[in-house]
């Protein structure tokens, strides 16, 4: 037992410290504990196998699913609407939301649906992610003391009341208590929010510009044009070399997106190539044609294509720059290098087009922008090209460095793009799998790993490379690493000793005393034993103590309950806290300058209210 708590505080000491990677000091801590015998390699490594990690990996996936998709910035802009970019309003509108969806779902579930959006939502509003992250893991807690089937911890009190032959607790026993809890901590994190990493600055930027920047920068959005194939245009089952239609009209066929899957309504989306000579054209094709308006009116005219207005959105999705850059196309820009052979040539003599399969959509020249009739532009040294296409092609592209030098990474920028098409089939997913953890008609874990595959199949994940690389392994082997913890504090004897003690000793001080040494119990054990099997060590621990002094159980119970969900002062305590530590870049010291005042101001309060609402 002494080898045991000596090795948990040396590793508290090196969390707090920040010295080692937390993730090492789980690690090493759990060799120390097989090396001393007091855990077999089994028991060890079991943390590996729990539910608990392979549903935050699982969630991990899903979070990612819910980013690559774009869903998640479609999400936060309506919440922008709502809340506008005010971070005191952003983070009670994240509070509020948080534990609401936590009365039904996991808290875990709650965080990892939540997490992508509110990233999103303080990247849009310029406010530091760090600065909502951990109110959202905190939120998520305080919303599962608001039900009974809100946190196990209240499941297990309920189990524990009635097998003592006390009555069942309703729905929204919880309910009083849960939002003076929460009440408390909203206004306790108001001010704890100063300890929060502040927005970073002076930094250097990136000197590449993105795909949107890029769009700005040539003023893209002004020339985009979009037309549709009718059923009684010409152009139906007829290729681009076919028609002719850049050289006849000065006009470049950029794009064509048509809609795929049309049998099933649920998962159809938008089938996006890049136009070649050989493109086929179907009739409900969208042409996105690069040039000016009077010229793609003429193209339109003459082929009997239908003009989308820029106020029609094509699947809710307005024509502009950002529809120059899509998880399968992008942009990029060319520099000509000082001993090009390109230099003095016509572009349509390029060969962009026919060896790469890129367009050349402007040329920057000096100050001037070249946009129109660029065929019979000849290019000169330092002109810088704006080229789109694959972002294969343009992967390609820039591997040839003799002629010319692609600015930036493509292969990094294409994964920035968001696959908005598919938001709508992330957005399925994540419904699917919140039916399925509130009606628990399959284990929790078994619901995430579901919508995490059906990520990857329905490509709302690009790659299965994607998949492993959206996974925050540093939280996993933290919390892989400390849950077999609990079950080498418990074999030791350790926690029912001290548990026992502190009931035994404090039972003559009355019993408001005795409820705050519950109380602090449970909430010091929440830090080091996951919260349901701290509840289960204490529950009937708190209730002989109880019937010992002959008093109600229940304020007890709700003090082993409420001590074990608000646990805020490590990130490895609660699964939520360790999910947001990566995407909000917290240390250990962090949780500890928020988490532990917020503890203890929880604690006082607790302990102060819960006789008002379960008298003695």
């Not at 196309?329 to 520099?335: D, F, K, L, P």
């Not at 019979?376 to 972002?391: I, P, R």
């Not at 030791?492 to 119990?521: D, I, K, W």
């Not at 099997?533 to 009937?540: G, K, M, W």
Request: with cysteine; glycine share 8%; proline share 5%.
């Amino acid at each position: 037992m002494i080898i045991t708590v000596t090795i948990l505080a040396l590793a508290s000491l090196l969390f707090i410290s920040g010295i080692i990677r937390p993730d090492l000091v789980a690690v090493s801590a759990l060799i120390l504990l097989m090396l001393f015998g007091i855990l077999t390699p089994d028991e060890a490594l079991s943390g590996f196998s729990s539910p608990i990690v392979m549903m935050m990996i699982g969630l991990f996936v899903v979070g990612g699913g819910i980013f690559q998709t774009g869903l998640a910035k479609q999400v936060s802009r309506r919440l922008l609407k709502l809340a506008g970019t005010n971070e005191t309003t952003l983070l009670i509108m994240v509070m509020v939301v948080t534990a609401a969806f936590g009365t039904t779902v996991s808290n875990t579930g709650t965080v990892a649906v939540l997490m992508p959006i509110v990233v999103s939502l303080a990247t849009s509003a310029r406010i530091n992610p760090g600065r909502l992250l951990m109110p959202l893991a905190f939120a998520s807690s305080f919303g599962g003391t608001l039900t009974l089937i809100g946190t196990p911890p209240n499941l297990v009190i309920q189990e524990t009341l009635v097998s003592a032959g006390y009555g069942k607790l309703s729905f929204f026993s919880f309910t009083p208590i849960g939002l003076v809890g929460f009440m408390v901590g909203l206004v306790s994190l108001l001010f704890l929010r100063r300890f929060l990493p502040r927005n970073e600055t002076g930094k250097k930027t990136r000197s590449r510009r993105s795909p949107g920047e890029l769009a700005r920068k040539y003023q893209l959005s002004d020339n985009l044009f979009r037309a549709k194939v009718g059923a009684t245009s010409s152009v139906a089952s007829r290729t681009l070399s076919e028609l002719n239609i850049s050289s006849r009209f000065e006009v470049n066929i950029i794009e064509i997106r048509r809609k795929t899957s049309a049998r099933n309504q649920f998962l159809k989306t938008i089938d996006q190539e890049i136009a070649g000579p050989a493109t086929v054209l179907e009739e409900g094709d969208i042409l996105y044609i690069h040039g000016t308006f009077d010229q793609v009116r003429r193209v339109t005219k003459e082929y009997g294509l239908i003009l989308l207005d820029h106020q029609v959105p094509e699947d809710r999705q307005p024509a502009g720059a950002e529809q120059y850059a899509t998880a399968k196309i992008g942009i990029a820009e060319v520099m000509l290098t000082p001993g090009s052979n390109l230099i003095g040539k016509l572009v349509e003599q390029s060969g962009f087009r026919e060896k790469y399969r890129v367009n050349i959509l402007g040329i920057q020249r000096k100050d001037r922008l070249l946009l129109h009739n660029l065929k019979g532009e000849k290019m000169l040294f330092g002109d810088a090209l704006l080229v789109q296409g694959t972002w294969k092609d343009i992967a390609l592209l820039s591997a040839e460095q003799a002629d010319y030098v692609v600015i930036g990474q493509p292969a990094e920028e294409s994964r920035r793009v968001t696959m908005d098409n598919k938001a709508p089939i992330a957005a399925g997913i994540m419904l699917l799998m919140v039916v399925l953890l509130v009606t628990e008609l399959i284990p929790a874990v078994v619901s995430v790993m579901i919508a995490a595959v059906l990520m990857v199949l329905l490509g709302c994940v690009r790659t299965m490379e994607d998949a492993y690389k959206t996974i925050n392994w540093e939280s996993i082997l933290l919390i892989g690493g400390m849950l077999p913890m609990s079950t080498a504090i418990e074999k030791t004897g350790a926690a029912e000793l001290l548990s026992n003690s502190l009931a035994s000793s404090l039972g003559s001080y009355g019993p408001v005393v005795l409820l705050a040494g519950v109380y602090v119990t449970t909430s010091v054990f929440t830090l080091f034993i996951s919260n349901t099997a701290c509840a289960v060590l204490l529950a009937p621990i708190a209730l002989n103590a109880a019937a010992q002094l002959g008093v109600s159980p229940y304020p007890f119970m709700f003090a082993v309950s409420i001590g074990a969900s608000m646990c805020f002062a490590s990130p490895f305590s609660t699964p939520p806290n360790a999910l947001v530590m990566s995407a909000g870049r917290y240390t250990f010291g962090d949780y500890i300058k928020v988490g532990l005042p917020l503890q203890v101001v929880m604690g006082i309060v607790m302990v102060s209210v819960l006789p008002l609402f379960f008298p003695f």
